[in-house]
Structure formats: C-alpha cells, structure tokens
C-alpha cells in the first residue's frame, strides 16, 4: 500500500531556513501536499504540487519534488516562532477514489 | 463564514460506553473523512464518505460506525468495541473524493479521553 515518511523533528534558528523532507512509495500520485497544525489544533493546507512540476514557490514556501526518487521537500525561508507546528506531506494517489495518505509528522521547533 | 465544526473539543468516557463524536461543514462539500491521530503516528483514516448515504471503511475502521444522512453531517460512533480509543479525531471534507486534486480542510479535532 502507500507509505509516506517523514522525520519526526527538526529544530533551527528563528531566521534560518527549514527544510522538511518526504519519501513516498506510491508512483502514481499525481497531488502531493503539505499541511501545517498548530498545537491542538486541525490540519491547514499550506502548499501543493501537482506531480508533472519540479519546484513551486509560494512568498516564503519552496516545494521540491524529485519524482525519480519520490522525494518531497518543503523549505521556508526566514523561519520564524510561527512557524514553529507539525508539518504533514501528504500524496494523492489516482483512482475511482482519490485517496489522501499522510505522513506521520515533522515537528518543527524555531528557537528564538 | 465556511468551515467545519467539530464538537465538543474534549470528551471523556467511561470504558464500555459508545460516545458519538459530531461533524458538519458548510461548504456544500460531497466528500467527508474522519482520521484519527495518534502521537508518532500521523493520520490514520477510519471511515469516508463520498456521497449523502454512501460511506465506505478505511484502514482502521474496527470499533467505530458513522452515518451521513445529510449533505452537511457525518458523526463518528466511537464503540465499546474500540480496544484503545483515547485519540485525537479529525473530520474532514473535500469538493468531491474522486481524481482531481483531493484538497481536504479540516475541522478543529475532538480529544476523546479513555477513563
């Protein structure tokens, strides 16, 4: 079945740049997502690709996706304590039901 | 405003009760999704439902119904015969569940708490 992986923490300096990266099994996919939640909070879709793109930018948001490798990755640029959340990357896979595999999580932390 | 609503925020139960945990948007989506969420383990879907009278298992469907009876409502039955049910629950909608792009928005989460 699909299988999306992602590391369970990354921690960086307010300013710095973050890069959350993905691996995922499913070769078909044709959306890939990132979703960002707050502290007790539901899922908030931050970004997507569409499989047939290599990089997307969105104001402080870069995905790259390396379908060869089935790599994601999401870099913000001057990261700051808002930021700081669980980012989930998502893939959708094609199909009579368009179903939505998640990881399992990156938890950001930004340290002032 | 459009949205989805999830209620209550927190939920307590006695092991062997069924507890009903409640969901509805208003964005006339067709698509609706409970998850649940367990620390380390991400999202784990439990039951979707593309249509209005239609729902379909997902991957740990055991211990848990659901009915969508309308457009807007899709509760999630949480049963005795849920072994572990101390989670975070997560309803979600799409426009519709079919190829496209399967963008879902998600209500705040309910945490249900095992005594």
């Known amino acids: 079945g699909e299988d999306v992986e992602q590391s369970l923490f990354l921690s960086v300096r307010e300013g710095d740049s973050s890069v959350i990266n993905c691996t995922y099994t499913?070769?078909?996919?044709?959306?890939l997502y990132w979703y960002k939640q707050e502290p007790g909070a539901g899922l908030q879709l931050l970004t997507y690709i569409f499989s047939n793109m290599d990089m997307k930018q969105d104001q402080r948001l870069t995905v790259l996706l390396n379908k060869k490798d089935k790599h994601l990755s999401l870099r913000i640029a001057d990261t700051q304590t808002g930021d700081s959340a669980i980012y989930f990357c998502a893939e959708g896979g094609t199909g009579g039901y368009q179903k939505v595999t998640f990881g399992t999580g990156t938890k950001l932390q930004v340290i002032p | 405003d459009g949205g989805i609503t999830q209620s209550p925020k927190y939920l307590f139960r006695k092991e062997g009760q069924n507890v009903t945990l409640s969901c509805e948007q208003n964005?006339?989506?067709?698509?609706m999704y409970w998850y649940r969420q367990d620390p380390g383990q991400g999202l784990r879907l439990i039951y979707y439902s593309q249509i209005v009278n239609d729902f379909q298992k997902g991957d740990i469907a055991e211990g848990y119904s659901v009915s969508r009876e309308k457009k807007e409502s899709f509760p999630l039955t949480v049963t005795s015969a849920q072994k572990n049910p101390t989670a975070f629950y997560l309803c979600?909608?799409?426009?519709?569940?079919?190829?496209?792009?399967?963008?879902?928005?998600f209500g705040p989460g309910t945490r249900l708490t095992v005594l």
């Open positions: 964005l006339n989506h067709d698509a």
């Open positions: 979600a909608s799409s426009i519709f569940g079919l190829a496209g792009n399967n963008e879902q928005f």
């Open positions: 499913d070769s078909s996919s044709t959306y």
